[in-house]
C-alpha cells in the first residue's frame, strides 16, 4: 500500500500554546463524550449515550410526535427539491444533498412518514401499528436515534476537527492497515464503534467518508464490521435470557468473535470488491508516510497539531455540529422507520425467518447444540432486529443454546430495524444486497466461534 502515502514536513514547523491548546481541549472533551466508559444505574456506557438516554427519559413522551414531524419535513422537502427546484435548495449544496434525493428514497421516505403517522395516532392494521411492529420502531428505537443523533452529530467535530484522529492513527498506523486493511485514523473510529454506540459509529463513519478520509471499501469495512451495540444493550440481552452471570464470557465472546470476522470479512466480497474511489468530489486525504528518523510521536503530533491550527472557531464548529445533527434526523431516520417496520413485520407475521433458518437448524445440530430446531431461526431473524433472537430464545431451556443465541445476535451486528436503516440512510457505499450477504457471512464466521467456545463453559 505504499503508493497511498505521502511525506511532509510537518514535524519542521513551529507551533504556538494556542495550536497545542486547540488540539488537547477539544481532543479530551472528545475522548470522554465519545470513548471513556462510565458506570451508571444501568450499566456501563458512554457519557453521550448516558446523557442521549437522560434526555429521553425526561422528553420521551413528546419525541416520537417530534420524529413524526422531523420526518414530515424530510418528505416535504423532498418533494419540493425533487418538483419544483427552489433556488434557496438548488443553489445550496448542503441543502441540495439532504431533499434533492433519487424517486426510490422519496417513495422509501414518504413509506417512513404514512408508517409513523399511522402508529402516531394509532390508526391502520394492527400488523403495522402493534407495539411489535410499527409502534416498537416509532416508540422505542426512534427516541433513542433521536437523541443520540441530537448530541452525538453535535459534538462530533470533537473528534474530528481538531487532531485527535490524525495523532491515534499514526500511533496506530502499522496495526490497522495490516489486520483491517484499515488506515490508521480509523482505529479511534473503530472504538468509538465498538465502546460506544453503532450509531454514534455510522454517523463518525460517514463523515469521515464525505470528507475523503476513507475510501468506499474502507469507509464499507468501517460500518459493517465495528459498529457493534453498546455495552449497555447486550447486557440487556443476556439479563433478557436470564443468563446475567455469564456476561464476562459472554462478551469476551463477543469480542473475539467479533475479532476473527474483523480480520476475515475485509478480505472477501463483498467489502473486498468495493473501490478505492472517495465520495463523490471529495478530495482524496491519504495517509502519509512517516519519514525515516522520526518517531511516531513526534510524528503523530506535528500531524494534530497542523489540523488543529487550520479548524474553524468556535461559531464553525457549532454550525457543522448542527449540520450533522440534520444529515442524521432528515436523511436517516425516515429510512429507519420505513425499512425497519416492513422487516420487523416480516419477521412478527410470516415464516419467512423460520423458512431460511432451516440450514442453520441442520448446522447446529452438526455442532451439537441443544434444542437446535428451536433455535434455528433465531440465527437469520437478527436481520430483521437485533432483539428478536432474544425474544424467540428466551424459552429455551439449554442455558449454552441461550448464551449461543446471545453471543451470535450480537457478532451478526446487522440488523434492519436500526443499523441495517442507517447504513442504507446514510451516504455510505453500502446496499441492501451488501447487507444481506455481510449478515450472513458475518454469521457463518462467527457461529462456529461461539458454539466453540460455549461448548468449554458448559
Given amino acids: 500500500m505504499q503508493g497511498e502515502f505521502q511525506t511532509t514536513n510537518v514535524t519542521e514547523k513551529t507551533y504556538t500554546k494556542k495550536d497545542y491548546w486547540k488540539f488537547i481541549l477539544p481532543s479530551l472533551f472528545g475522548l470522554l463524550f465519545f470513548i471513556v466508559p462510565i458506570n451508571t444505574e444501568s450499566g456501563m456506557t458512554v457519557p453521550v449515550a448516558y446523557f442521549a438516554n437522560s434526555i429521553n427519559g425526561a422528553l420521551g413522551a413528546y419525541i416520537p410526535a417530534f420524529t413524526v414531524a422531523v420526518i414530515t419535513l424530510s418528505v416535504l422537502g423532498s418533494i419540493l427539491a425533487r418538483g419544483m427546484k427552489p433556488g434557496?435548495?438548488?443553489?445550496?449544496?448542503?441543502?441540495?444533498?439532504?431533499?434533492?434525493?433519487?424517486?426510490?428514497?422519496?417513495?422509501?421516505?414518504?413509506?417512513?412518514?404514512?408508517?409513523?403517522?399511522?402508529?402516531?395516532?394509532?390508526?391502520?392494521?394492527?400488523?403495522?401499528?402493534?407495539?411489535?411492529t410499527g409502534g416498537l420502531l416509532l416508540n422505542d428505537l426512534l427516541p433513542v436515534l433521536f437523541t443520540t443523533f441530537l448530541l452525538a452529530g453535535f459534538l462530533l467535530p470533537l473528534l474530528l476537527n481538531f487532531g485527535l484522529l490524525e495523532f491515534v492513527g499514526a500511533l496506530l498506523m502499522k496495526v490497522m492497515r495490516p489486520s483491517f486493511t484499515l488506515p490508521g485514523r480509523s482505529s479511534l473510529d473503530c472504538l468509538a464503534s465498538w465502546v460506544g454506540d453503532g450509531t454514534i459509529g455510522v454517523l463518525l463513519t460517514s463523515k469521515q467518508y464525505e470528507e475523503g478520509y476513507y475510501t468506499k471499501r474502507e469507509s464499507a469495512v468501517v460500518a459493517t464490521t465495528f459498529s457493534i451495540v453498546s455495552i449497555t444493550f447486550t447486557i440487556v440481552v443476556i439479563t433478557y435470557l436470564n443468563m446475567e452471570a455469564y456476561f464476562l464470557p459472554y462478551y469476551a465472546t463477543i469480542i473475539i468473535?467479533?475479532?476473527?470476522?474483523?480480520?476475515?470479512?475485509?478480505?472477501?466480497?463483498?467489502?473486498?470488491?468495493?473501490?478505492?474511489?472517495?465520495?463523490?468530489?471529495?478530495?482524496?486525504?491519504?495517509e502519509e508516510l512517516i519519514p525515516s528518523g522520526v518517531s511516531v510521536v513526534k510524528w503523530?503530533?506535528?500531524?494534530?497539531?497542523?489540523?488543529?491550527?487550520?479548524?474553524?472557531?468556535?461559531?464553525?464548529?457549532?454550525?457543522?455540529?448542527?449540520?450533522?445533527?440534520?444529515?442524521?434526523?432528515?436523511?436517516?431516520?425516515?429510512?429507519v422507520m420505513a425499512i425497519g417496520t416492513v422487516a420487523v413485520v416480516i419477521a412478527?407475521?410470516?415464516?419467512?425467518?423460520?423458512?431460511?433458518?432451516?440450514?442453520?437448524?441442520?448446522?447446529?445440530?452438526?455442532?451439537?447444540?441443544?434444542?437446535?430446531?428451536?433455535?434455528?431461526?433465531?440465527?437469520?431473524?437478527?436481520?430483521?432486529?437485533?432483539?428478536?433472537?432474544?425474544?424467540?430464545?428466551?424459552?429455551?431451556?439449554?442455558?449454552?443454546?441461550?448464551?449461543?443465541?446471545?453471543?451470535?445476535?450480537?457478532?451478526?451486528?446487522?440488523?434492519?430495524?436500526?443499523?441495517?436503516?442507517?447504513?442504507?440512510?446514510?451516504?455510505?457505499?453500502?446496499?441492501?444486497?451488501?447487507?444481506?450477504?455481510?449478515?450472513?457471512?458475518?454469521?457463518?464466521?462467527?457461529?462456529?466461534?461461539?458454539?466453540?467456545?460455549?461448548?468449554?463453559?458448559?
Fill in 88 to 132: 434557496w435548495i438548488m443553489n445550496s449544496a448542503y441543502l441540495k444533498n439532504l431533499f434533492y434525493v433519487s424517486n426510490n428514497w422519496l417513495v422509501t421516505r414518504t413509506a417512513g412518514m404514512v408508517f409513523g403517522w399511522m402508529v402516531l395516532v394509532a390508526f391502520g392494521p394492527d400488523f403495522l401499528v402493534s407495539d411489535v
Fill in 257 to 286: 468473535a467479533g475479532l476473527a470476522a474483523a480480520i476475515i470479512m475485509p478480505r472477501i466480497p463483498p467489502l473486498s470488491r468495493k473501490s478505492d474511489d472517495t465520495y463523490e468530489g471529495a478530495e482524496r486525504r491519504t
Fill in 300 to 335: 503523530g503530533k506535528g500531524q494534530a497539531l497542523e489540523k488543529a491550527r487550520h479548524s474553524g472557531g468556535a461559531k464553525a464548529t457549532v454550525k457543522e455540529g448542527l449540520q450533522n445533527v440534520l444529515d442524521m434526523w432528515i436523511g436517516v431516520m425516515p429510512v
Fill in 348 to 458: 412478527e407475521f410470516t415464516s419467512f425467518f423460520t423458512i431460511i433458518g432451516k440450514p442453520f437448524e441442520w448446522l447446529l445440530v452438526v455442532m451439537q447444540v441443544p434444542e437446535a430446531s428451536a433455535a434455528g431461526q433465531t440465527m437469520v431473524v437478527g436481520f430483521a432486529d437485533m432483539f428478536l433472537p432474544a425474544v424467540i430464545g428466551s424459552g429455551i431451556e439449554s442455558e449454552m443454546t441461550r448464551f449461543i443465541i446471545a453471543s451470535v445476535s450480537v457478532t451478526q451486528l446487522v440488523y434492519m430495524s436500526e443499523m441495517g436503516g442507517l447504513l442504507l440512510g446514510s451516504k455510505l457505499p453500502v446496499s441492501f444486497k451488501d447487507l444481506v450477504f455481510i449478515f450472513l457471512l458475518r454469521t457463518i464466521i462467527t457461529l462456529p466461534i461461539v458454539v466453540g467456545i460455549a461448548h468449554l463453559i458448559f
